[in-house]
């Protein structure tokens, strides 16, 4: 993008005539249009490997959108190709759902205190979908930078739970970082809780209910040890072994 808008601005310099600078503006429209299509269909294959990884399933998605975030493949293009989209899709459904000449018929409200679910509110689930991976892709992209994100996607991803301790171990060492990653944890469960559609199952929201208590005992430990009543390298090895008797 700079190379192209630092030539064109040189071309523009070297114009002399009028005719020079009306061919300079067809070709730059042009390769505008190139250049947009180019951009669209690479984020018609993101959005393909998104969609598919969803379809398979809430950890696959966390490992493809890992994946595409540190690689720097979600950025502010996708986000705009998916506000279209989701335009477009929209537009589309009313057409087809607006007969012509046809009355509109009252929609049933939803119950008091309870959310109208996307059909009752005249959103199609098509538009609700790109929706939620535009806003997923957002917060991938703000988050980028931040350690507690990177955490808990290797949370996530281990099924072993020494092998969590081991990592809580290594990156959390005081007892005010694991209240702070506890409450990150919680704030994400009740987003997620609160937002995931259908299409999401709930396997995720619970493997970070596990992670929170994981956190919280943890946590609990960090407290103990800062108190000097336990040994962090021997309190998981003494649980569950007898006291030798004394004077043996």
Known sequence: EPV????MYARLEACDTEEELEQLEIVDQLLL???????DTWNREKLEVIIGAALEGPTLLDEVLSDMRDSRALDDGLVDFL???????ASNEASAAEPVNKPKKKK???????????EEKGEPLLVTMLKIIKDR????????DKPYVRMLAVLLRIDDAEERQALLRSTVLT??????????????????EQHRADW??????????????????????????RSGSVDPQVDGEKAGKPEKAAGK
């Open 175 to 192: 007892e005010e970082a694991a209240d702070m990653f506890e409450s990150f944890t919680l704030d994400g469960i009740q987003y997620m």
């Open 108 to 118: 049933p409200a939803a119950v008091e205190g309870e959310e109208a679910p996307p």
């Open 33 to 39: 249009d190139l250049k947009k299509k180019q951009r």
């Open 4 to 7: 192209y808008k630092a030539v």
């Open 83 to 89: 506000e279209a989209l989701t335009k477009q899709a």
């Open 137 to 144: 892709v957002v917060a991938e992209i703000r988050t980028r």
């Open 200 to 225: 999401l199952a709930d396997e995720r929201v619970e493997k970070m209910k596990g992670v929170a208590r994981e956190v919280a005992a943890f946590r609990a430990k960090l407290h103990k040890m």
